[in-house]
C-alpha cells in the first residue's frame, strides 16, 4: 500500500477487573483472569481522527488493534434513508451497509460486514508466527477470512458444516495458504466449531478467538463509528439480527468509547437484536432475565437451524453471559431481542430492495423485518435517530455481474471426528 501506515498504540485491558496489560502478540484472555470475562483495547488516542477513504476501512485505524494494513478492505457506509424512512414514518432513519454497492461506496467483495473482521484481525495476526490461523464459521465469516487471507497470504484453516459450503462462493479463485474442511451434512455452526477446537489443540494452528479477539470486535464496531460519524451524533436506536451477538457487543463498546471523545453526546443507543423464529437461544435467556444460556437440546438445535433462512444466525453458544458479553451489554445500555420468522423476513427483504434499491442477506432482512414489526407495534419517538445495521448486502447483483467460482472442502469430518483422524488429514492440507 501507497499509504503511510503506523502500528495503532493501544494496550488491553480485563472487563472484570479493569487489569491493564500489554499486548504480547494474540492474548484472547486477561493473564491473570479468575473467571470469564472479555477484554478490550485501550487506544493512545482517546479522540477518532478518520484517514482518507483510500484507506478502506483503515480509515478508522486509530480504533483499531492492527499492526499493518492490508490491502483490497472497503469501510461500511452510512446514509441517511429515505425510502424505508418515508415508508415507516421515521425521517432520522439511517443504514449502515456493509457489502457491495459501487453507487454508495462500498465494496466489499464477500458481500458481508464480516469483512469488517477479517481485514482488523489479518492486520492484528503476525504472518511471520509460522502458525495456521483457524476460524469455525456457518458461512458469512469463512468466506470473508478466505477472501482476505488468500489476497494476504495469510495461512488459514476454515470449519466449516458441510450444509453450508454453498456460501463459499468467490469472483477470484482462493489460493493455496487457505484451506477448507467441513462436518458432514446434518451438522451445525457448533460441530464445526468442535471440529475447530480439535484442530486448535495441534501446535501448528491457533484459534481466532471470535468474540474474545479485540481484533474482531474493533472490526466489527466500524459499523457503529461509521453511522455516527456521519450523523454526527450517537444514534438513539440500534437494529441489527446477531447469532452470537458479537456485532452488538462491538457497538456498546463504540458507543462508550465515542462517549469519552466528547463530540457525539453521552447518550447510550438501545441495543435492539433480532433472531429468526424458530431458532432463539438468546431470545429465550433474554426473556427469562437469564445471564446463563438456557439448555438446548442438541438435536432439537439442529432441527431448528435447518429452518431458519439465515443460517448465520445460528450460534448455540454465544459470547452471551461472558462479562463484558451480549447480556451485559444490554442490561447496561437497554433494549430488547426480537423475533421474525423466514416469512416475515423475506419480505422485509423485498420491500428493502424496492424502496432502498439493493437486494440483503436474510440476517439483515431480519433485522428490518423486526425494525417493521417494532415500530408498528410499539411507542417510539419518530423523531429519534436510529440506525440499521444492514450486515450483508448486494450479493444477487455481484453474482449477475461476476464469475463465481466454489471453494470444495478438503475434508469432511463426521461431527465427532477422532482426534487422531482430525490431526492425520491436518497434516497432510499444511
Same mark, same amino acid.
Request: hydrophobic content about 40%; some cysteine.
Given at each position: 500500500?501507497? *499509504?503511510?501506515?503506523?502500528?495503532?498504540? %493501544?494496550?488491553?485491558? &480485563?472487563?472484570?477487573?479493569? #487489569?491493564?496489560?500489554?499486548?504480547?502478540?494474540?492474548?484472547?484472555?486477561?493473564?491473570?483472569?479468575?473467571?470469564?470475562?472479555?477484554?478490550?483495547?485501550?487506544? &493512545?488516542?482517546? *479522540?477518532?481522527?478518520?484517514?482518507?477513504? &483510500?484507506?478502506?476501512? %483503515?480509515?478508522?485505524?486509530?480504533?483499531?488493534?492492527?499492526?499493518?494494513?492490508?490491502?483490497?478492505?472497503?469501510?461500511?457506509?452510512? $446514509?441517511?434513508?429515505?425510502?424505508?424512512?418515508?415508508?415507516?414514518?421515521?425521517?432520522?432513519? $439511517?443504514?449502515? !451497509?456493509?457489502? $457491495?454497492?459501487?453507487?454508495?461506496?462500498?465494496?466489499?467483495?464477500?458481500?458481508? !460486514?464480516?469483512?469488517?473482521?477479517?481485514?482488523?484481525?489479518?492486520?492484528?495476526?503476525?504472518?511471520?508466527?509460522?502458525?495456521?490461523?483457524?476460524?469455525?464459521?456457518?458461512?458469512?465469516?469463512?468466506?470473508?477470512?478466505?477472501?482476505?487471507?488468500?489476497?494476504?497470504?495469510?495461512?488459514?484453516?476454515?470449519?466449516?458444516?458441510?450444509?453450508?459450503? /454453498?456460501?463459499?462462493?468467490?469472483?477470484?479463485?482462493?489460493? +493455496? @495458504?487457505?484451506?477448507?474442511?467441513?462436518?458432514?451434512?446434518? &451438522?451445525?455452526? =457448533?460441530?464445526?466449531?468442535?471440529?475447530?477446537?480439535?484442530? @486448535?489443540?495441534?501446535?501448528?494452528?491457533?484459534?481466532?478467538?471470535?468474540?474474545? /479477539?479485540?481484533?474482531?470486535?474493533?472490526?466489527?464496531?466500524?459499523?457503529?463509528?461509521?453511522?455516527?460519524?456521519?450523523?454526527?451524533?450517537?444514534? +438513539? $436506536?440500534?437494529? *441489527?439480527?446477531?447469532?452470537?451477538?458479537?456485532?452488538?457487543?462491538?457497538?456498546?463498546?463504540?458507543?462508550?468509547?465515542?462517549?469519552?471523545?466528547?463530540?457525539?453526546?453521552?447518550?447510550?443507543?438501545?441495543?435492539?437484536?433480532?433472531?429468526?423464529?424458530?431458532?432463539?437461544?438468546?431470545?429465550?435467556?433474554?426473556?427469562?432475565?437469564?445471564?446463563?444460556?438456557?439448555?438446548?437440546?442438541?438435536?432439537?438445535?439442529?432441527?431448528?437451524?435447518?429452518?431458519?433462512?439465515?443460517?448465520?444466525?445460528?450460534?448455540?453458544?454465544?459470547?452471551?453471559?461472558?462479562?463484558?458479553?451480549?447480556?451485559?451489554?444490554?442490561?447496561?445500555?437497554?433494549?430488547?431481542?426480537?423475533?421474525?420468522?423466514?416469512?416475515?423476513?423475506?419480505?422485509?427483504?423485498?420491500? =428493502?430492495?424496492?424502496?432502498?434499491?439493493?437486494?440483503?442477506?436474510?440476517?439483515?432482512?431480519?433485522?428490518?423485518?423486526?425494525?417493521?414489526?417494532?415500530?408498528?407495534?410499539?411507542?417510539?419517538?419518530?423523531?429519534?435517530?436510529?440506525?440499521?445495521?444492514?450486515?450483508?448486502?448486494? #450479493?444477487?447483483? !455481484?453474482?449477475?455481474?461476476?464469475?463465481?467460482?466454489?471453494?470444495?472442502?478438503?475434508?469432511?469430518? +463426521?461431527? /465427532?471426528?477422532?482426534? /487422531?483422524?482430525?490431526?492425520? #488429514?491436518?497434516?497432510?492440507?499444511?
Amino acid at each position: 500500500m501507497s *499509504q503511510k501506515f503506523e502500528a495503532t498504540k %493501544y494496550i488491553l485491558e &480485563s472487563v472484570d477487573t479493569a #487489569e491493564q496489560f500489554e499486548d504480547t502478540g494474540w492474548l484472547l484472555d486477561a493473564p491473570n483472569a479468575k473467571k470469564p470475562s472479555l477484554i478490550r483495547a485501550r487506544y &493512545s488516542k482517546n *479522540q477518532i481522527d478518520l484517514k482518507g477513504d &483510500s484507506y478502506g476501512l %483503515y480509515k478508522f485505524a486509530d480504533w483499531l488493534p492492527v499492526n499493518k494494513m492490508l490491502g483490497g478492505s472497503s469501510a461500511p457506509v452510512t $446514509y441517511k434513508s429515505k425510502g424505508l424512512a418515508k415508508h415507516l414514518g421515521l425521517p432520522n432513519l $439511517y443504514i449502515t !451497509f456493509s457489502g $457491495y454497492w459501487p453507487e454508495k461506496g462500498v465494496n466489499m467483495r464477500t458481500c458481508s !460486514f464480516k469483512e469488517t473482521e477479517a481485514y482488523t484481525v489479518g492486520g492484528r495476526f503476525d504472518n511471520n508466527s509460522g502458525k495456521v490461523l483457524v476460524v469455525a464459521s456457518a458461512g458469512n465469516t469463512a468466506r470473508a477470512f478466505a477472501r482476505v487471507c488468500s489476497d494476504n497470504n495469510i495461512p488459514l484453516l476454515l470449519c466449516v458444516p458441510e450444509d453450508n459450503i /454453498n456460501a463459499l462462493w468467490f469472483d477470484e479463485p482462493i489460493n +493455496d @495458504c487457505v484451506k477448507l474442511v467441513a462436518t458432514k451434512k446434518g &451438522s451445525d455452526y =457448533f460441530d464445526a466449531i468442535h471440529l475447530s477446537n480439535l484442530a @486448535c489443540s495441534l501446535d501448528m494452528f491457533v484459534p481466532e478467538g471470535g468474540a474474545k /479477539n479485540v481484533a474482531r470486535r474493533d472490526g466489527m464496531a466500524t459499523t457503529m463509528l461509521s453511522a455516527t460519524t456521519h450523523i454526527g451524533r450517537i444514534p +438513539d $436506536y440500534y437494529f *441489527q439480527a446477531v447469532g452470537s451477538g458479537t456485532g452488538a457487543i462491538a457497538a456498546w463498546e463504540a458507543n462508550i468509547r465515542l462517549i469519552a471523545d466528547g463530540r457525539y453526546g453521552d447518550n447510550k443507543m438501545k441495543l435492539m437484536v433480532s433472531q429468526n423464529k424458530p431458532f432463539t437461544p438468546i431470545y429465550d435467556a433474554w426473556k427469562a432475565d437469564s445471564r446463563d444460556m438456557l439448555p438446548l437440546d442438541d438435536d432439537l438445535a439442529r432441527k431448528q437451524v435447518e429452518e431458519i433462512d439465515a443460517k448465520v444466525l445460528s450460534n448455540r453458544k454465544p459470547p452471551y453471559p461472558i462479562t463484558g458479553g451480549l447480556y451485559d451489554a444490554m442490561k447496561d445500555a437497554g433494549g430488547d431481542v426480537l423475533l421474525a420468522d423466514n416469512s416475515e423476513a423475506a419480505e422485509a427483504a423485498k420491500l =428493502f430492495e424496492d424502496l432502498e434499491g439493493n437486494d440483503i442477506h436474510p440476517a439483515a432482512s431480519v433485522a428490518v423485518a423486526t425494525l417493521i414489526n417494532y415500530i408498528k407495534n410499539n411507542s417510539i419517538d419518530k423523531d429519534a435517530t436510529i440506525m440499521l445495521n444492514i450486515t450483508g448486502g448486494g #450479493e444477487e447483483r !455481484f453474482k449477475r455481474e461476476k464469475d463465481v467460482v466454489y471453494l470444495k472442502p478438503s475434508v469432511v469430518f +463426521d461431527i /465427532n471426528p477422532d482426534i /487422531n483422524v482430525v490431526k492425520e #488429514e491436518l497434516e497432510k492440507l499444511f
